[in-house]
């Protein structure tokens, strides 16, 4: 079964740091990859996408993340945080199947 | 607003009791997907809808049941409740069968007490 690890529970960083946060999914074949955000108290809302081409993608608020197959991963990234970036990061993995499998978040709280 | 509709936003019920979520898509897409977020948990998949007919099924209890009328709009039906079915439920929609991303609604709380 496909499945997708986000190694950081809780992140915690001080606004003008830099964040990269780690997803690895689990499927050998040709996938879908996401990212997710979910401000505190809203739904979840797409960060950015990858389905083919360039393996750098970017996404809204200056977000991106890179697909790296050989290591099954998709780590998103931001060069500087700011405070309002405060929310719960989820990667997702659609295999083929029409829903997706996300992992469990990762907590970013930015001091300001 | 993201166009995906649920109702009611909050829920508090008893043990043993039985709960009807609603969902309303974004305007134009016939999927319908239904999950539980739970803290223990994370998201979990329980089960898909395309105009109309089932077309996955997750992690759905048995006591869990969903359907997506020809409006479109889905219900998801929970019933026998138990403490741990405490958890956040989210429906999110997409255009057709598989997607590019979907559209999430703003969940409904149920606490079960």
């Known amino acids: 079964a496909q499945s997708v690890s986000q190694h950081n529970h809780h992140v915690i960083l001080s606004e003008a740091a830099s964040l990269e946060l780690g997803c690895n999914y689990s499927?050998?074949?040709?996938?879908?990859l996401f990212w997710y955000v979910q401000y505190p108290g809203q739904h979840l809302q797409l960060l950015l996408k990858?389905?083919?081409?360039?393996?750098l993608v970017k996404g809204i608020k200056g977000f991106e993340a890179e697909f790296i197959k050989s290591k099954f991963s998709f780590n998103l990234r931001k060069p500087s945080v700011q405070w309002s970036d405060t929310a719960e990061y989820f990667c997702a993995v659609n295999a083929g199947q029409g829903n997706l499998i996300f992992g469990k978040g990762t907590k970013l709280s930015v001091k300001p | 607003d993201s166009g995906v509709t649920q109702t009611p936003k909050h829920l508090i019920t008893a043990t043993g009791q039985r709960v009807t979520l609603r969902c309303s898509p974004r305007s134009g897409d016939l999927s319908v997907y239904w999950y539980q977020q739970s803290l223990d948990q994370g998201l979990q998949f329980l089960i898909q809808?395309?105009?109309?007919?089932?077309?996955a099924k997750g992690n759905i209890l048995e006591r869990f049941s969903a359907q997506q009328f020809p409006d479109l709009h889905s219900e998801l039906n929970l019933s026998s409740l138990e403490l741990g079915d405490s958890a956040l439920y989210f429906c999110?929609?997409?255009?057709?069968?598989?997607?590019?991303?979907?559209?999430f609604g703003s969940g409904t709380r149920l606490t079960v007490v």
């Open positions: 809808y395309y105009n109309g007919e089932e077309r």
């Open positions: 999110a929609s997409s255009a057709g069968i598989t997607h590019y991303g979907y559209t």
């Open positions: 990858y389905f083919s081409g360039d393996p």
């Open positions: 499927y050998g074949g040709t996938v879908n």
